[in-house]
């Protein structure tokens, strides 16, 4: 099981990043400051890839960007697109429970999340901390995209976003995920994750390529081959279907997305329904 929560970042990025990477930055911070309170990029990168926290950064990835000098080319990127004031940077974590993950699996998830997420259009420092009980994973995002300028918006629909991504990531490894209750406030995330999948063109046009090439295919096997004939690449962990179209960094877990009728055993029927004596053809063809 994994939490994830993430904060805006409107003061010098500077200050955050170089608070992440100090080497002289040995306790836990957490008892002193609340995590809001990082108000620069260069403390909040400092903070996030702090080496007395990461072994020597050796659970550091730069996502778009090299961590060495990821102020500089976010920075870059602000002042190309004449974005250099408002929201700087958002500053995300996902934790796990005690014990769950190894450094290099809780790194893995991290990087994965971050990649699909945010990869394909923002800069983003993954690191992974070691130094509590509990690993996890800090991640620092540049608000503005180095592919057309537009900055990102952590609303309701981007964080249930992350709370879901997270939670199928963490399934995939064999995780347990985290329930979803209405929050205090009343906000259920659920009913935003759902929304953001209507809205998304991406999940609309993968769910209709999905649909044809199931219409089309004598076989499973022939299905899956339509499919990466389509363009999508075709993933499979925890025996569940994901896939992706470039330049999309996303997998959309069809399962989750568009229900149990999307699963590999109810594809194989459906398909295998309509055509059973083909498919025996081609079973004594093989013989």
């Not at 025996?280 to 013989?287: H, S, T």
Request: aromatic share 14%.
């Amino acid at each position: 099981m994994a939490t994830t929560k993430i904060w805006k970042v409107q003061k010098r990025l500077d200050h955050v990043i170089n608070y992440a990477t100090n080497e002289e930055k040995t306790k836990n911070i957490y008892s002193k400051y609340e995590m809001d309170e990082f108000n620069s990029i260069r403390q909040v990168m400092t903070y996030a890839t702090n080496p007395d926290k990461t072994e020597k950064q050796f659970y550091t990835t730069g996502i778009n960007c090299e961590i060495e000098d990821a102020v500089k080319q976010m920075q870059f990127v602000k002042i190309f697109y004449g974005k250099e004031n408002g929201i700087l940077a958002f500053h995300a974590y996902q934790s796990f429970n005690e014990g769950e993950v190894t450094p290099e699996i809780a790194h893995e998830i991290g990087v994965k999340l971050a990649n699909e997420m945010w990869g394909d259009r923002f800069q983003v420092v993954v690191s992974t901390h070691l130094n509590t009980k509990h690993l996890h994973n800090h991640f620092v995002i540049n608000s503005v995209s180095f592919k057309d300028g537009k900055k990102y918006y952590s609303n309701f629909t981007n964080t249930a976003l992350l709370r879901k991504t997270s939670d199928e990531i963490c399934e995939e490894y064999g995780l347990s995920a985290l329930k979803e209750k209405t929050c205090k406030s009343g906000i259920n995330f659920e009913n935003f994750y759902k929304k953001s999948m209507r809205d998304s063109d991406y999940y609309k046009f993968a769910k209709e390529d999905i649909d044809y090439a199931i219409e089309h295919s004598w076989t499973y096997k022939e299905f899956l081959k339509r499919l990466k004939e389509m363009g999508y690449e075709v993933y499979f962990r925890a025996n569940k279907i994901s896939v992706r179209m470039h330049p999309h960094k996303r997998n959309i877990r069809i399962e989750r997305a568009f229900g149990e009728e999307y699963s590999i055993e109810n594809i194989q029927n459906k398909i295998c329904s309509r055509y059973p004596s083909r498919e025996e053809v081609i079973k004594l063809k093989n013989l």
